[in-house]
C-alpha cells in the first residue's frame, strides 16, 4: 500500500517541497505557500474527497480516523481493511495497569492497524487530566495522575509513530523499540 503520496509523477524541480533533501520544516513552508487558504481548510475537513487538495500538489492524502481505543471502521467507506479492526480496552484501563511495556504495544498494534487500514491521521491519546469524574469522555484518557499520564501516552505516542514510520511493518516488541 502506497500510504506517502497520491501516486502521481512529480519532481523535486517542479515540485520544490517534495525535494526530500531539505528539513521538513523548509518543505513545509515551501507547499504552505503554494496552496490557497481554501486548499489548506479543505484537507482539514476532507472536503473534496479523503482529505485531497482541489490540484494535485504530490503531498499525502489525509485519511482520518478516531482511534483511542482501536481504529474506528466507517462502514460507509468499505475500502478499509475489509471493515475490520482490533477493539482495544479502554485507554483509561490501559492506564490502570501502569504498564509502560503495554502502553508501548498499545501504541504499535494502533500504529499498525492505522497503516494496514489506509489511516494516515488518528485522532487519539486523549491526554485530559481526569478531574471530573461524570466527564462523558474520561474513558478516553489516562486518569487523573499527571505522572502516570504522561509516561504512558509518551511510550503510547512514540510506539504508534515507529509502526506508522515503519511502513506498517511493526516492530512489536515493547521497551526500547521505536525510540525518537
Do not use: C
Not at 501502569?98 to 491519546?125: C, I, K, R
Not at 478531574?131 to 505522572?147: H, M, Q
Request: proline residues 7%; hydrophobic residues 40%.
Amino acid at each position: 500500500m502506497d500510504n506517502t503520496s497520491t501516486g502521481s509523477p512529480a519532481s523535486a524541480h517542479d515540485r520544490p517541497w517534495l525535494n526530500t533533501s531539505l528539513a521538513p520544516d523548509e518543505q513545509a513552508a515551501l507547499l504552505l505557500a503554494q496552496m490557497t487558504l481554501e486548499e489548506k481548510v479543505d484537507m482539514l475537513r476532507e472536503k473534496l474527497g479523503p482529505g485531497l487538495p482541489s490540484r494535485d500538489l504530490g503531498i499525502p492524502v489525509l485519511t482520518i480516523t478516531d482511534g483511542p481505543a482501536g481504529i474506528r471502521i466507517d462502514r460507509e467507506k468499505r475500502y478499509v481493511d475489509e471493515e475490520k479492526a482490533t477493539s482495544l480496552p479502554a485507554p483509561i484501563a490501559l492506564a490502570a495497569t501502569w504498564d509502560l511495556a503495554t502502553a508501548e504495544q498499545y501504541g504499535d498494534l494502533l500504529g499498525l492497524e492505522a497503516w494496514s487500514t489506509g489511516h494516515n491521521v488518528l485522532f487519539g491519546p486523549q491526554l485530559d487530566i481526569a478531574r471530573i469524574p461524570v466527564f462523558g469522555r474520561l474513558f478516553e484518557a489516562f486518569g487523573e495522575d499527571p505522572v502516570l499520564t504522561g509516561q504512558i501516552a509518551t511510550r503510547y505516542i512514540q510506539d504508534l509513530h515507529a509502526a506508522v514510520r515503519s511502513g506498517g511493518t511493526g516492530r512489536s516488541g515493547g521497551r526500547g523499540h521505536g525510540r525518537v
